[in-house]
């Protein structure tokens, strides 16, 4: 026999029972169920790119001094025409793409959009960091208002709150402007160079490409140094236009009620941020695993070969997310139970079962048993389902063009005609078509 295939290591089936937490069916849907319900109160659109671009949009778009492009941490592959392509690391550049490609720079302004979807990124696997993972996104495009960085924060957090999790802290920093980066890497460059035997590889590698990415290593070795260094943080080096947006959108958070502290330590992996940057961590998960983080990129459409479009965008680790809701403990709805199961008591009543199923969906949930049962064993199955009601129809049912439908909380059991079943089974909790 044939060695059994299985998924790639750090790739995860997402199904219901799936014994490895977090990649469980209902938690994935509530996570972006409930996101996609935030969002759409505030009126963002949904927008779904291919998971695949030209791997130029996505090697611009996260800036070729990122660990995903100097790590090679993106999936690049060609195709039968020799185009290189790549597998999406982030969804920011592909929702930059479609903005400039589809013109919409002359839709009403900011252009705000979310999506959700799996992002590959060819890491090492351990547990909360995955080669297959999911993100739900949200991108504002065409306004440099700070108001704007604000509103996306605290739809971010507002995501969090609606999924019911509390030990969250927003960590919020400024990357400045672009010559005030210029500035603190000369500064990051004359600190560090003394110690660049001492750097991890990839660190003395970034001492000289872009030494502000020393600051966030995961090397403990880097880490050391940065502590020894005494490392004055970036918001000192912000010119006045910077600070002073930084001081609105930290201003616009208190007046919202959004609660953060000021982190000037943070610097986000990826080059094409300026200005606010943030990321959100969780008490129980550990700081150095963020459940999100966003920023600025003013910058991004122009590397793409659009117009400047300022943007300002978030994305949240969907697994992170479900790994700090177990933490919490918090509750995830159940699945709603069947309104119905059918259960053909002979072989002739197989296919009737399914043309009554077919006319009661999708108004209500109706399951069957796809071999004939008896009455007992159809009852036990009902049972096990959680139904509200078994339905038994036999070859005496047949004939009268009926069902034995028994309510299976109070044992109440009567003959229904199949044309009066959806009034037996209703009213029912929910929207129904
Ligand atoms: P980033 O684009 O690196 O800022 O990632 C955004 C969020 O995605 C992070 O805060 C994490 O929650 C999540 N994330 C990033 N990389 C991984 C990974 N390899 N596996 C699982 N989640 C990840």
Redesign the pocket.
Known sequence: MALMLTSVPGTNDVFAQSKEYPFREPVFRYITQTAEQVLRSSGAQMIHTPVFEYAEVLQKGVGVTSDIVVKKEMYTFEDRGGRVLGLR??PTASIVRAYNQHGMKVWPQPVRLFTWGP?F?A?R?QK????Q?H?VDYEALGSADPLIDAEAIALMVQVYRALGLKGLEVKLGSVGDPEDRVRYNDYLRGLFRPYAQELSEDSRVRLESNPMRILDSKSEADQRIVAEAGVRPMLEFLGPEARGFHEKVAGYLEKLGVPFTLDPSIV???DYYVRTAW??HHSRIGAK?????GGRYDGLSEMLGGPRVPGVGW???????AIALEQEGVEIPADPVPDLYLVPLDEGAKLEALQIAQRLRPAFRVEMAYAPKSARKGLEDALKRGARFVGLLGEAERARGVVTLKHLETGDQREVSWEALGEALGPVPGVRL
């Open positions: 690391p982030e992002i990124r890491e696997h909360g960091r995955y080669k993972f993100q986000r992996g990826l990321e959100v695993s963020a459940l999100g983080g994305g949240i680790g969907i697994e992170r997310v």
